[in-house]
Nanobody, 127 residues
Framework: QVQLVESGGGLVQAGGSLRLSCAAS????????KAWFRQAPGKEREFVAV????????YYVDSVKGRFTISRDNAKNTLYLQMNSLKPEDTAVYYC????????????????????WGQGTQVTVSS
């Protein structure tokens, strides 16, 4: 079992930055595929970014490329999402998720492919 707790969300003006954290407890965290998803009001949960720790590959949804960065601190068992140049359309509840298998392509983007989820943290970007 893995428990995930997100933090770092809040209200920020367009163009601003936030860093989300996802603290993990339970089983060893370092060898999991770790991802961030988000869900805006009235919309389905969507993929944002993923990191495979076997080969350190990362993938991002096109809308955040160049603005968001996924990273982790194994010593702290924590996953991060650095979000810069935020836009109002980034407003959503952000969730971290992990799976104990490598992923490629569409598998990484599918919410059904992840085993554990956090409770989410709200990010609101004002215009």
């Amino acid at each position: 079992q893995v428990q995930l707790v997100e933090s770092g969300g809040g209200l920020v003006q367009a163009g601003g930055s936030l860093r989300l954290s996802c603290a993990a407890s339970g089983r060893a965290f370092f060898d999991y595929t770790k991802a961030w998803f988000r869900q805006a009001p009235g919309k389905e949960r969507e993929f944002v970014a993923v990191a495979n720790w076997i080969d350190r590959s990362t993938y991002y949804v096109d809308s955040v490329k160049g603005r968001f960065t996924i990273s982790r601190d194994n010593a702290k068992n924590t996953l991060y999402l650095q979000m810069n140049s935020l836009k109002p359309e980034d407003t959503a509840v952000y969730y971290c998720a992990v799976r104990d298998r490598y992923c490629t392509g569409s598998v990484c983007y599918d919410t059904n492919e992840y085993d554990y989820w956090g409770q989410g943290t709200q990010v609101t970007v004002s215009s």
